[in-house]
């Protein structure tokens, strides 16, 4: 059973970088069609994929966030992690971790998501 795990701060200062982990469990980053991926969703609307990285392709990221995103991995601890930097109240949301067997695949697997508040 894959099972993921978002954690990270609950509240973030505006134009703070906000970081969360992803930790798997059940799996490992051994799997080169695998992305692991980064997703949110906003009060109320529907979800943005923010990014992956994947053996195959290394790190893939929505054109509107590329140049404030980050994402990396630590295959020792299979962890992998989100920085978005510069953020601003718009970027309060819930953050999944998620995987998709393909970058054009459906997320097969799931984190419970966690609330980030962008608040000074």
């Known amino acids: 059973q894959v099972r993921l795990q978002e954690s990270g701060p609950g509240l973030v200062k505006p134009s703070q970088t906000l970081s969360l982990t992803c930790t798997v469990s059940?799996?490992?980053?051994?799997?080169?069609?695998?992305?692991w991926t980064w997703i949110r969703q906003p009060p109320g609307k529907g979800l943005e994929w923010i990014g992956a990285?994947?053996?195959?392709?290394?790190?893939v990221y929505s054109p509107s966030l590329k140049s404030r995103t980050s994402i990396s991995r630590d295959t020792s601890k299979n962890q992998f992690t989100l920085q978005l930097r510069s953020v601003t109240p718009e970027a309060t949301d819930v953050y999944y971790c998620?995987?998709?067997?393909?970058?054009?695949?459906?997320?097969?697997?799931w984190g419970q998501g966690t609330q980030v508040t962008v608040s000074s």
């Open positions: 990285i994947a053996n195959s392709a290394g790190t």
């Open positions: 059940g799996d490992s980053f051994t799997t080169d069609s695998y992305y």
């Open positions: 998620a995987r998709a067997d393909g970058l054009e695949s459906g997320i097969d697997y």
